[in-house]
Protein backbone atom coordinates (compact mmCIF):
# COMPACT_ATOMS: atom_id res chain seq x y z
CA UNK A 1 0.00 0.00 0.00
CA UNK A 2 1.20 3.61 -0.79
CA UNK A 3 1.15 6.78 1.61
CA UNK A 4 -1.45 8.18 -0.83
CA UNK A 5 -3.91 5.61 -1.10
CA UNK A 6 -3.79 5.66 3.15
CA UNK A 7 -4.35 9.62 3.09
CA UNK A 8 -7.36 8.82 0.40
CA UNK A 9 -8.94 5.98 2.20
CA UNK A 10 -9.04 8.00 5.48
CA UNK A 11 -9.89 10.94 3.19
CA UNK A 12 -12.96 9.04 1.82
CA UNK A 13 -14.24 8.36 5.62
CA UNK A 14 -13.25 11.41 7.06
CA UNK A 15 -14.03 14.23 4.60
CA UNK A 16 -11.96 17.37 5.94
CA UNK A 17 -9.56 15.67 8.27
CA UNK A 18 -6.35 16.63 8.80
CA UNK A 19 -4.14 13.50 7.72
CA UNK A 20 -0.19 12.73 8.79
CA UNK A 21 1.46 9.57 7.29
CA UNK A 22 4.74 8.04 8.23
CA UNK A 23 5.39 4.68 6.99
CA UNK A 24 5.59 2.61 3.67
CA UNK A 25 4.40 -0.91 2.46
CA UNK A 26 2.64 -2.48 5.14
CA UNK A 27 3.31 -0.93 8.00
CA UNK A 28 2.18 2.77 8.66
CA UNK A 29 1.51 5.40 11.09
CA UNK A 30 -1.08 7.80 10.78
CA UNK A 31 -2.22 11.51 12.82
CA UNK A 32 -5.72 12.39 11.76
CA UNK A 33 -7.17 15.87 13.27
CA UNK A 34 -10.90 16.01 12.89
CA UNK A 35 -13.55 18.14 14.46
CA UNK A 36 -16.24 15.35 14.31
CA UNK A 37 -14.16 13.93 16.84
CA UNK A 38 -15.01 16.34 19.61
CA UNK A 39 -17.15 14.14 22.26
CA UNK A 40 -16.39 10.56 20.73
CA UNK A 41 -14.37 8.51 22.56
CA UNK A 42 -10.78 7.58 21.48
CA UNK A 43 -11.59 3.98 20.66
CA UNK A 44 -14.19 4.75 18.90
CA UNK A 45 -12.37 7.43 16.78
CA UNK A 46 -9.78 4.66 15.79
CA UNK A 47 -12.53 2.08 15.10
CA UNK A 48 -13.89 4.56 12.64
CA UNK A 49 -10.44 5.23 11.10
CA UNK A 50 -9.31 0.81 10.92
CA UNK A 51 -12.61 0.57 9.44
CA UNK A 52 -11.75 2.04 6.02
CA UNK A 53 -8.85 -0.63 6.42
CA UNK A 54 -11.14 -3.72 7.21
CA UNK A 55 -10.03 -5.72 4.08
CA UNK A 56 -5.96 -5.07 3.65
CA UNK A 57 -5.48 -6.21 7.58
CA UNK A 58 -7.78 -9.20 7.00
CA UNK A 59 -5.63 -10.09 3.97
CA UNK A 60 -2.35 -8.91 5.37
CA UNK A 61 -1.87 -6.52 3.00
CA UNK A 62 -1.26 -4.15 5.66
CA UNK A 63 0.17 -5.60 8.75
CA UNK A 64 0.51 -2.63 10.87
CA UNK A 65 -2.05 0.74 11.34
CA UNK A 66 -0.82 3.09 14.30
CA UNK A 67 -3.47 5.40 14.92
CA UNK A 68 -3.29 9.18 16.80
CA UNK A 69 -6.96 10.77 16.62
CA UNK A 70 -7.41 13.39 18.11
CA UNK A 71 -9.32 16.81 17.33
CA UNK A 72 -7.78 20.28 16.03
CA UNK A 73 -8.12 21.91 19.54
CA UNK A 74 -6.78 19.12 21.62
CA UNK A 75 -4.00 18.60 18.67
CA UNK A 76 -3.33 22.28 19.57
CA UNK A 77 -3.24 21.93 23.22
CA UNK A 78 -0.60 18.68 23.05
CA UNK A 79 1.56 21.33 20.83
CA UNK A 80 1.45 24.39 23.62
CA UNK A 81 2.06 21.75 26.04
CA UNK A 82 4.99 20.32 24.25
CA UNK A 83 6.50 23.84 23.58
CA UNK A 84 5.92 24.87 27.48
CA UNK A 85 7.97 21.97 28.88
CA UNK A 86 10.66 22.73 25.80
CA UNK A 87 11.20 26.32 27.35
CA UNK A 88 11.52 25.24 30.98
Given at each position: MQT???V???SAALPGAEISVDGA??????VVLCADFAG???VRRQQKILSAF???LQTGEL???SVKAHTPEEWKSFQQV???QIEL
Open positions: EQVARIDCSFSVMPVNQEHALGLT
